[in-house]
């Protein structure tokens, strides 16, 4: 399972400029299940992307994809982890 912190290099008007796009980017890997939930920081300094890719490699090629990536918008930080431990229902999440 992978964590993925967004960090936004750009102003926020650029990044609400790419936002549609960006979730579009998001809404293929979440077609394709390797996605289990994303969502901006508090306050909006980037975002956080929770993953059940099956390796690093998988994730830097959807990273390679996404339209902040793309445009020197973001960077991004990729954190590998096994949950040894997890609430009840959350098994379909686990590769």
């Known amino acids: 399972m992978f964590i993925i912190i967004v960090k936004y290099l750009s102003p926020i008007e650029v990044i ?8 579009a ?10 996605l289990i939930c994303s969502g ?25 994809e996404d339209p902040f990536y793309i445009n020197k918008a973001a960077d991004y930080e990729i954190i590998e982890f ?11 999440f686990i590769r």
Do not use: C, V, W
């Open 16 to 23: 609400d400029e790419l936002l549609i796009s960006h979730r």
């Open 40 to 64: 901006p920081q508090n306050p909006r300094t980037g975002g956080i992307i929770l993953s059940k890719a099956p390796n690093i490699e998988a994730i830097e090629k959807m990273i390679s």
């Open 25 to 34: 980017f998001l809404d293929k890997y979440y077609e394709n299940g390797m």
């Open 82 to 92: 096994n949950p040894a431990k997890h609430t009840k229902g959350f098994e379909p």
